[in-house]
């Protein structure tokens, strides 16, 4: 299976990569939209300020095509930044418009929920609890921890587009959005040992099935 890693300058491209060809894929790091289209998934990295990478992706003219992605219905998958990237907005610095391929806005975690004073960034080991089931999440993992970094999260979401969550000081945090094609996790899957091999893995399977 060929794997196009989408590089628009902000993303740790390495450590996925590494992942992914463990997973037995041929992987391609490019912008060159002649080479992405010749893979038979995509993956959208992300480290940084969403401004930044909104910015990154419309001068590079992938803004346009990841909505080409979407239109033909292409596997895609973003992690960490590259899934805050796929909604409609984030008050990251200013407020900056997304790609909008799922509903909702990223917002900062305040560090106050109800009186109750807690760490920001959410880094770290969290539990992820699953809600729905997408197609190509067929079975179940023995680990039930990934490993979260970020400061800003997903906020007014289509429920039914929520695939599990973590909770956070009694924040409810999007931690796999889906939607057909479209998959979003929030924490690294190449980072987050036995479940995140697993997840990457199972989607991996669900793509090749197609």
Not at 25 to 54: K, M, N, Q, R, Y
Request: net charge negative; hydrophobic share 40%; proline share 3%.
């Amino acid at each position: 299976m060929k794997i196009g890693v989408i590089d628009y300058g902000m993303g740790n491209l390495f450590s996925v990569e590494q992942a992914l060809k463990r997973l037995g894929c041929e992987v391609i790091v490019t912008s060159d939209e002649t080479e992405l289209d010749a893979t038979d998934a995509l993956l959208l990295p992300g480290v940084g300020a969403f401004p930044d990478a909104i910015k990154r992706l419309a001068e590079m003219n992938l803004d346009r095509y990841l909505q080409k992605v979407k239109a033909e219905n292409r596997p895609l998958l973003g992690i960490c930044l590259g899934m805050q990237l796929l909604f409609e907005q984030s008050e990251e610095v200013n407020t900056t418009q997304g790609l909008g391929f799922f509903k909702g806005s990223i917002k900062r975690f305040s560090g106050d929920n109800a009186g109750q004073m807690y760490r920001v960034p959410h880094m770290g080991w969290n539990e992820l609890i699953v809600t729905k089931r997408p197609s190509w999440l067929k079975g179940e993992g023995t680990a039930r921890h990934v490993y979260f970094v970020h400061s800003f999260y997903a906020t007014d979401i289509d429920e039914t587009e929520l695939v599990a969550y973590a909770d956070y000081h009694g924040i409810k945090v999007p931690g796999i959005v889906a939607n057909d094609s479209i998959t979003g996790m929030q924490f690294h899957p190449e980072k987050s040992g036995e479940l995140g091999v697993y997840l990457l893995k199972q989607w991996l399977e669900g793509v090749a099935s197609c």
